[in-house]
């Protein structure tokens, strides 16, 4: 078993910026990529922004020369760092650890950006 913890949402205005955690235990050899994926209100859960294990990203068009994932293995954590963020990237985002053939989820941060 995988446990991923979330923090770092909250309230934020248009082009503010925010840093989410997610920080990984339990069973976490063997873990290939992580990533964020976000829900909006009657959307479904999309990706955005993945890390592979070797540090190679990819990133949702929408967030893209505005978000930045990154990792720190020897904290078992990965980081999105959040900046000019949009009315449109309100959502609760989710943490992902990918370790076959297994899939962990953390319990999601809101992330709310005003305009």
């Known amino acids: 078993q995988v446990q991923l913890v979330e923090s770092g949402g909250g309230l934020v205005q248009a082009g503010g910026s925010l840093r989410l955690s997610c920080a990984a235990s339990?069973?976490?050899?063997?873990?290939?990529?992580m990533g964020w994926y976000r829900q909006a209100p009657g959307k479904q859960r999309e990706l955005v922004a993945v890390?592979?294990?070797?540090?190679?990203?990819n990133y949702a068009d929408s967030v893209k020369g505005r978000f930045t994932i990154s990792r720190e293995n020897a904290k078992n954590t990965v980081y999105l760092q959040m900046n000019s963020l949009k009315p449109e990237d309100t959502a609760v985002y989710y943490c992902?650890?990918?370790?076959?053939?297994?899939?962990?989820w953390g319990q999601g941060t809101q992330v709310t950006v005003s305009s």
């Open positions: 992902n650890a990918d370790k076959p053939p297994w899939t962990y």
């Open positions: 339990g069973r976490i050899f063997s873990i290939n990529a």
């Open positions: 890390i592979s294990s070797g540090g190679s990203t």
